[in-house]
T-cell receptor, first 113, second 113 residues
Framework: AQSVSQHNHHVILSEAASLELGCNYS??????LFWYVQYPGQHLQLLLK??????LVKGIKGFEAEFIKSKFSFNLRKPSVQWSDTAEYFC???????????FGQGTELSVKP | DAGVIQSPRHEVTEMGQEVTLRCKPI?????LFWYRQTMMRGLELLIY????????DSGMPEDRFSAKMPNASFSTLKIQPSEPRDSAVYFC???????????FGQGTRLTVV
């Protein structure tokens, strides 16, 4: 069965600090990987996705993520965060053999101005 | 396309009442998901459909919960009878194939008093 683990529950950073949010998944086969963002009071929106090819993927708003297959990881990064990045971030995975899409517990990011 | 449409946006009901949440997926999408979001449990997958057929309902918490998808453009999630612990935000999402991203509705905030 698939599972997703996000290491950090709540991260607090100052503006311009670098960000890295951890995500590990558990599944023996080929997967698609996603990061979604949820701004306060809003629905989830796609930040970036990985299906195949270059393991370093770039998303919107300067975010990127790297798929490391040997570590079953898909960590999210941003070199310099802004106050407007304050949100909750979710890692998600679905097996390429099926459509089931499951999410990690989420990481709340607070950026201090 | 208007995106995934959920109704109602907010629902307040008394314990013991029946609650029906509705979802209209994006036209042409063949996967539909129902999620529940709470502070304690994060974003849980309740059930998902493929081509209107329920594929995995292992996340449905109890027999009080049921979901249907009578056609490709409509799905319902019903709770009968409702309990205060069902209070949460319920999200519907759809996607157009295994190897695509999911799009989320605005959610229904359910409060059971």
């Amino acid at each position: 069965a698939q599972s997703v683990s996000q290491h950090n529950h709540h991260v607090i950073l100052s503006e311009a600090a670098s960000l890295e949010l951890g995500c590990n998944y558990s599944y023996g086969g080929t997967v698609n990987l996603f990061w979604y963002v949820q701004y306060p009071g809003q629905h989830l929106q796609l930040l970036l996705k990985y299906f195949s090819g270059d393991p370093l993927v770039k998303g919107i708003k300067g975010f990127e993520a790297e798929f490391i297959k040997s570590k079953f990881s898909f960590n999210l990064r941003k070199p310099s965060v802004q106050w407007s990045d304050t949100a909750e971030y979710f890692c998600a995975v679905n097996a390429r053999s099926g459509g089931k899409l499951i999410f990690g517990q989420g990481t709340e990011l607070s950026v201090k101005p | 396309d208007a995106g995934v449409i959920q109704s109602p946006r907010h629902e307040v009901t008394e314990m013991g009442q029946e609650v029906t949440l509705r979802c209209k997926p994006i036209s042409g999408h063949d996967y539909l998901f129902w999620y529940r979001q709470t502070m304690m449990r994060g974003l849980e997958l309740l059930i998902y459909f493929n081509n209107n057929v329920p594929i995995d309902d292992s996340g449905m918490p109890e027999d009080r919960f049921s979901a249907k998808m009578p056609n490709a453009s409509f799905s319902t999630l019903k709770i009968q009878p409702s309990e205060p612990r069902d209070s949460a935000v319920y999200f519907c999402a759809s996607k157009g194939g295994v190897n695509t991203e999911a799009f989320f509705g605005q959610g229904t905030r359910l409060t059971v008093v």
